[in-house]
Nanobody
Framework: QVQLVESGGGLVQAGGSLRLSCAFS????????MGWFRQAPGKEREFAAG????????YYADSVKARFTISRDNAKNTVYLQMNSLTPEDTAVYYC????????????????????????WGQGTQVTIST
């Protein structure tokens, strides 16, 4: 069973930065694409960023593009989300998720933004941006 544990959330002022980490255990990390989703109060959970198993392909929501960077270290079984130029609109619980890449080629590149493409989820970490 895969376990995902997020860390790095907190309270920062607008314009600041945070780096989230997600530790993966229980299966072979390099068999999974990884994503970050976020859920603001009263809103649905939405895709923020994704990365394929190799780290060569990354994907971003328009709302975070050029401000957030997703990366992974397969030797450490960890995925990261570097968040810069944060605004109060980025306030949300951030969730790490894993999508098995053992299926057909191209599945993740076609479905990275869909919650249903992910097999495992972490418990989330709160990110709060103050004005």
């Amino acid at each position: 069973q895969v376990q995902l544990v997020e860390s790095g959330g907190g309270l920062v002022q607008a314009g600041g930065s945070l780096r989230l980490s997600c530790a993966f255990s229980g299966r072979t990390f390099s068999s999974y694409a990884m994503g970050w989703f976020r859920q603001a109060p009263g809103k649905e959970r939405e895709f923020a960023a994704g990365i394929d198993w190799s780290g060569r392909s990354t994907y971003y929501a328009d709302s975070v593009k050029a401000r957030f960077t997703i990366s992974r270290d397969n030797a450490k079984n960890t995925v990261y989300l570097q968040m810069n130029s944060l605004t109060p609109e980025d306030t949300a619980v951030y969730y790490c998720a894993a999508s098995w890449e053992g299926g057909h080629a191209g599945y993740y590149s076609d479905n990275y933004h869909n919650r249903g493409a992910y097999d495992y989820w972490g418990q989330g970490t709160q990110v709060t941006i103050s004005t």
